[in-house]
């Protein structure tokens, strides 16, 4: 079955840079997604790549500062620049069956999810 791995999470000055990266093994879907969480907030889609085809969609509050791409047809990376301090969100790594999963990108459309890799940014 799919399994997502993500990595490169970790603390970093403000204004800053972090590349994370998800390593997937088996099938996978047609979107590969990105997602953030703070304690006691739903999941909030960050970007979406299709592996397939590769269209993708980055959230209106990530456009000016992140990207994402495919490194081959198994590895996605979210590109993380100019980074401000923040309450030290968990960035998931995801899945989806579903062909409506970029606009947009919502947790209920993704099937299997990585364990998450934390970002902490220091002023």
């Known amino acids: 079955q799919l399994r997502l791995v993500e990595s490169g999470g970790g603390s970093v000055q403000a204004g800053g840079s972090l590349k994370l990266t998800c390593a997937a093994s088996?099938?996978?879907?047609?979107?590969m997604g990105w997602f953030r969480q703070v304690p006691g907030k739903p999941r909030e889609g960050v970007a979406s790549i299709s592996p397939h085809f590769g269209s993708q969609s980055i959230a209106d509050s990530a456009k000016r500062r992140f990207t994402t791409s495919l490194d081959n047809d198994r590895t996605s990376s979210l590109q993380m620049n100019n980074l401000t301090p923040d309450y030290s969100p968990t960035y998931f790594c995801a899945s989806s069956s579903y062909g409506d999963c970029m606009h947009p990108i919502r947790s209920e459309k993704y099937n299997v999810w990585g364990q998450g890799t934390q970002v902490a940014v220091s002023s």
């Open positions: 088996g099938y996978i879907g047609y979107c």
